[in-house]
């Protein structure tokens, strides 16, 4: 079977919590706890021992949260695409990848290739250290430090809205991807209820509606197959709330209180 890690095209890496990640040679890392805040500031963001202690005995809370904000219900949807698309011997490439999770719907023999921004300490000690299907490099979106036509399956959740040159995100996915692959994504309905009512996200650049998103993709060669729109926003009240939001996991006829968009895309160039 062919190798399904990927290749990254630089020679500079840095070292944090033990672990050398490579890093796209245009970056210029900074280790500080904005790291990642904006596309500014790529880098590692340092986390002590008791930060770290911390985060590992808060992280069953915050699964449990997790479970009324719907990510997991939204994570087996998207996973379902994953599983099907990502079959050994596929090489997989996933784009903002959080804290890692999806690779979880990934064939055991595969491996999880992703790039990133910026990552915490803690995610380099619980993930990459102890996985060794992580290949994990730390670059941005708009240059992929990849050769062209290397990548079978790509997912991107919830975090292109965040892109400043969204046109330049959409020509490296299309350049890195073989014809055929299939693109996966996520992405927040910035016109929805849920904003009207609480005000703006302020991560989001972007605030398209369904159709906006589809066309836009489709002008750069990624042609829809697939796509939802979910999650329902409960408004709940802010003393409740505190700063989560609350989703019911269905679909709404009018896509104002839809407040998730999901794509499957196919490469055609």
Not at 100 to 114: G, I, K, T
Not at 174 to 193: D, L, Q
Request: charged share 25%.
């Amino acid at each position: 079977m062919p190798s399904t890690r990927l290749n990254w095209r630089t020679t500079k890496t840095t070292q944090a919590g033990g672990v050398v990640v490579p890093v796209a040679e245009g970056l210029d890392l900074e280790v500080r706890g904005d790291a990642g805040r904006t596309q500014a500031l790529p880098g590692i963001r340092p986390n002590t021992r008791r930060q770290m202690l911390f985060k590992r005995l808060a992280r069953p809370i915050h699964k449990v949260i997790d479970v009324f904000r719907g990510q997991p219900y939204t994570e087996r949807l998207l996973g379902k695409w994953i599983r099907a698309a990502a079959l050994p011997g596929k090489v997989f490439l996933e784009a903002g990848p959080g804290d890692m999770s999806m690779r979880r719907f990934l064939p055991r023999e595969s491996d999880y290739n992703a790039i990133d921004f910026a990552v915490s300490e803690f995610q380099l000690d619980r993930v990459v250290k102890r996985d060794p299907r992580v290949n994990l490099c730390i670059a941005s979106i708009t240059e992929i430090p990849l050769e062209d036509d290397r990548v079978d399956v790509l997912a991107a959740i919830e975090m292109l809205q965040q892109i400043d040159d969204i046109d330049a995100a959409l020509s490296e996915i299309v350049r890195v991807c073989r014809p055929g692959a299939c693109v996966i994504v996520s992405i927040g309905n910035g016109k929805s209820h849920k904003y009207a009512r609480r005000g703006p996200n302020p991560w989001y650049v972007h605030h398209w509606t369904h159709d906006e998103f589809a066309s836009l993709a489709g002008r750069h060669g990624l042609h829809l197959r697939e796509s939802r729109r979910l999650m329902v926003w409960i408004p709940l009240p802010e003393w409740l709330a505190g700063r989560f939001s609350y989703h019911l996991p269905i679909s709404a006829q009018n896509d104002f209180y839809n407040c998730y968009f999901h794509y499957l895309f196919e490469v055609r160039k």
